[in-house]
């Protein structure tokens, strides 16, 4: 099952890079193809969600405190977990946290004000 899991992980993971570099490529080379856009947007999305259901799937298995899963962590799966941890800090809503947070209010009346 842990081979399995890992596998599709893995494999999720990559699809979601050949679709994101294929956004970026079509973004750029034709910037007003919005129905193409929107369908690998789509698709991005929907395989980045798998991704990150299946990295869950892995923690509440590898980290299930009833069972003692630690010595299953292999190359493979501290990769996965490396990229999700690395995936969930690129893709955390940055803007909700700095532009809402009181201290960044202040910061920006503060500004407008010595202007």
Same mark, same amino acid.
């Given at each position: 099952m842990l081979t399995t899991l890992v596998t599709?992980? =893995?494999t999720m993971k990559v699809v979601f890079i050949v679709l994101a570099i294929t956004y970026l490529y079509t973004k750029r080379v034709h910037p007003n193809d919005a129905p193409r856009l929107n369908k690998l947007q789509?698709?991005?999305?929907?395989?980045? =969600?798998?991704f990150v259901f299946l990295m869950s799937i892995l923690l509440l298995y590898l980290f299930n405190p009833y069972a003692n899963n630690v010595h299953r962590i292999t190359?493979?799966?501290?990769?996965l977990l490396y990229l999700f941890g690395f995936i969930l800090i690129l893709t955390a809503q940055w803007n909700v946290f700095v532009t809402e947070a009181p201290w960044f209010q202040d910061l920006r009346r503060v500004l407008s004000n010595s202007s």
């Amino acid at each position: 099952m842990l081979t399995t899991l890992v596998t599709c992980a =893995f494999t999720m993971k990559v699809v979601f890079i050949v679709l994101a570099i294929t956004y970026l490529y079509t973004k750029r080379v034709h910037p007003n193809d919005a129905p193409r856009l929107n369908k690998l947007q789509y698709w991005k999305d929907r395989v980045e =969600f798998v991704f990150v259901f299946l990295m869950s799937i892995l923690l509440l298995y590898l980290f299930n405190p009833y069972a003692n899963n630690v010595h299953r962590i292999t190359k493979e799966t501290k990769l996965l977990l490396y990229l999700f941890g690395f995936i969930l800090i690129l893709t955390a809503q940055w803007n909700v946290f700095v532009t809402e947070a009181p201290w960044f209010q202040d910061l920006r009346r503060v500004l407008s004000n010595s202007s």
